[in-house]
């Protein structure tokens, strides 16, 4: 069974830090990409930050463009998600996916696992 876990979520006030993991389990492929996507409320869920596990390969999002950094541990099945200088407008839940195929896309419909979601609120 693939299971993808996300922790770090929080509440902080605007200019703060928080750092988001994916910890995936089950899946039976190495060479998988994982994306970070954030879904505000009354809004779609959007692709924020996007990693290819075998090079590096990495997308993001303009708004977060200097601001965020994506980073994989092979070793731990584990994708980060630092954030940095966070904005009001970066509140939403926060949802990791594994895409089986290993393409670096924004697109919900490429991915084929999702975690549960972690809830980033940034306060003014």
């Known amino acids: 069974e693939v299971q993808l876990v996300e922790s770090g979520g929080g509440l902080v006030q605007a200019g703060e830090s928080l750092r988001l993991s994916c910890t995936a389990s089950?899946?039976?492929?190495?060479?998988?990409?994982v994306g970070w996507f954030r879904q505000a409320p009354g809004k779609k869920r959007e692709a924020i930050s996007c990693?290819?596990?075998?090079?590096?390969?990495?997308y993001y999002e303009d708004s977060v463009k200097g601001r965020f950094t994506i980073s994989s541990d092979r070793a731990k099945h584990t994708v980060y998600l630092q954030m940095n200088g966070l904005k009001p407008e970066d509140t939403g839940v926060y949802y990791c996916?594994?895409?089986?195929?290993?393409?670096?896309?924004?697109?919900?419909?490429?991915?084929?696992?999702w975690g549960q979601g972690t809830q980033v609120t940034v306060s003014s």
């Open positions: 996916a594994a895409g089986l195929d290993g393409f670096v896309v924004p697109l919900v419909g490429e991915y084929d696992w």
């Open positions: 089950g899946i039976p492929y190495d060479d998988y990409a």
């Open positions: 990693i290819r596990r075998s090079d590096g390969t990495t």
